[in-house]
């Protein structure tokens, strides 16, 4: 469907005789964002995540849309990724058996800089999910205010179980497919779930021995060949400091909070190390085997004993009731409906949290839910937490801090250069607390929720480069 129906000739000729056309029906700024919406879900009907996506950010644009009318087909070509890779990953066991996965690189908006996003190793990927994870990444990196473009990547691969010689081989195996599409000034990948320090070691050093070149090619990067100070902190941190601008602005603070936190990998031990620092009580963790409840809150030696069980053991989290004499395990559930919080910090998947959580924090008198993982509440979650009064802190605003502080690291790359840690702390401290002000400034502005704000703040960045740079 045209967005304008203008131009055409207003009559017909039929046996040599000319007849007066009807004028064509020029479309509302609604029904053409309904046209927009109709013309996505037909091109990709079978990738449900990334479609969950497009919609939330799309319900949230109609303000800008009615003053900027330009900006819909603006929107549309957003929707589309610039460059999607699909390629094969062949690997060896320790037996010598070969497997073949399969690997993903969306590169999906370079408007403000090269593609930047993550990749995760997880048998759930899709490319579904990594359009979707690309596509929550442009507005991300744009609220940071740093030159860096969205992107994502990744594997169905399952790294649970494999040996460190198994993740070797299927990293350079990515690695020797994905180095042809990469570089310092066109898209710099780091991590996501299933790949940490160890994962991106392994392709660092595949890219630099294929290409001849040591660069800030990937980050999350070990500190001694290049990485930066918090980098692996950074995601859970900046989490902790976007809910701190939130309570602040409302005249509160974290102190003495009780905060229910799902997740027990890289972001929610952070998220948790930090709630401490601030004198929050964080009161639970999970993986995909149940949840962990510890009343009186987990104490630094409680954290400490999940990153040994996590990090260097590889175990599931019921192994914590071996640290704890105070903890409750629940098999099977993540901790929503076990909690009585102020605030809720979903940091384990997508749409972990749906309308049933939604009620239980709402019944247990839950104030602010603030997303640590990417899109992890369900839309009918965020809707019943908007209609409760339940301030709710968005994942691409909330958790920009990991991508933040890759940002600093290919700063520091180029300068040859590193900063010390409370440098690095001290600026992504100053990038929340900026993505906060710009998402309630435009909240304000369009008369929206915090959710909306961060939405348009990121898109018009984006948008109006997008003009700048002509049909492209």
Not at 100 to 117: D, E
Not at 295 to 308: I, K, N, P, Q, S
Request: charged share 25%.
């Amino acid at each position: 469907m045209e967005q304008y129906l203008t131009g055409a000739a207003p009559y017909s000729i039929a046996n040599g005789v000319p007849s007066k056309r009807a004028e064509p029906k020029e479309l509302s700024v609604a029904e053409r964002v309904e046209a927009l919406w109709e013309r996505v879900k037909k091109r990709d009907p079978h990738q449900p995540e990334f479609l969950q996506a497009v919609e939330e950010v799309l319900t949230t644009m109609g303000a800008v849309f009615e003053k900027r009318p330009e900006l819909v087909t603006v929107m549309e070509r957003l929707c589309e990724p610039e460059r999607q890779l699909i390629f094969r990953v062949p690997w060896l066991d320790d037996e010598g058996n070969v497997h073949v996965n399969r690997g993903y690189r969306v590169q999906f908006n370079s408007a403000l800089g090269p593609y930047k996003g993550g990749l995760r190793f997880h048998p759930s990927v899709t490319l579904s999910v990594i359009k979707f994870l690309g596509f929550e990444q442009i507005f991300k990196n744009s609220l940071t205010t740093l030159p860096l473009g969205g992107g994502k990547g990744g594997s169905d691969f399952d790294p649970k179980g494999k040996s460190d010689n198994e993740i070797m081989r299927f990293c350079q195996s990515f690695m020797t497919e994905l180095f042809r599409h990469i570089g310092a000034n066109t898209d710099v990948p780091a991590g996501d779930i299933g790949v940490g320090g160890r994962e991106v070691g392994y392709m660092f050093g595949q890219y630099k021995r294929l290409a001849n070149n040591f660069s800030g090619i990937l980050t999350g990067k070990g500190f001694n060949w290049g990485g930066s100070n918090i980098r692996p902190e950074a995601t859970g941190y900046g989490v902790v400091y976007f809910a701190r601008e939130i309570l602040q602005d409302a005249g509160d603070s974290l102190e003495g909070k009780r905060v229910a936190v799902s997740g027990s990998g890289n972001v929610a031990q952070f998220t948790v190390e930090k709630l401490l620092d601030l004198g929050a009580v964080p009161v639970s963790m999970s993986d995909s085997s149940g949840c962990v409840i510890e009343e009186d809150g987990f104490t630094r030696e409680g954290l400490a004993a999940v990153m040994e069980i996590k990090n260097v053991r590889r175990s599931r989290i019921k192994a914590y009731l071996e640290a704890s004499s105070t903890a409750k395990f629940v098999e099977g559930e993540r901790p929503w409906k076990h909690v009585t919080v102020d605030i809720a910090m979903p940091a384990a998947t997508q749409n972990e949290l749906d309308l049933e959580d939604a009620k239980a924090l709402v019944a247990c008198g839950c104030k602010l839910v603030v997303e640590a993982a990417n899109m992890p509440s369900t839309p009918e979650a965020i809707h019943y937490l908007h209609e409760n009064d339940v301030q709710f802190g968005p994942a691409k605003a909330a958790n920009a801090g990991g991508v933040a502080v890759s940002g600093l690291e290919m700063s520091q790359n180029s300068l040859r250069l590193q900063w010390s840690r409370e440098e690095v702390d001290e600026r992504l401290r100053g990038i929340m607390k900026n993505i906060f002000a710009s998402s309630k400034a435009a909240m304000d502005e369009y008369g929206t929720h915090l959710q909306g704000g961060a939405n348009i703040a990121g898109f018009l960045k984006v948008a109006d480069s997008m003009l700048a740079q002509g049909a492209v």
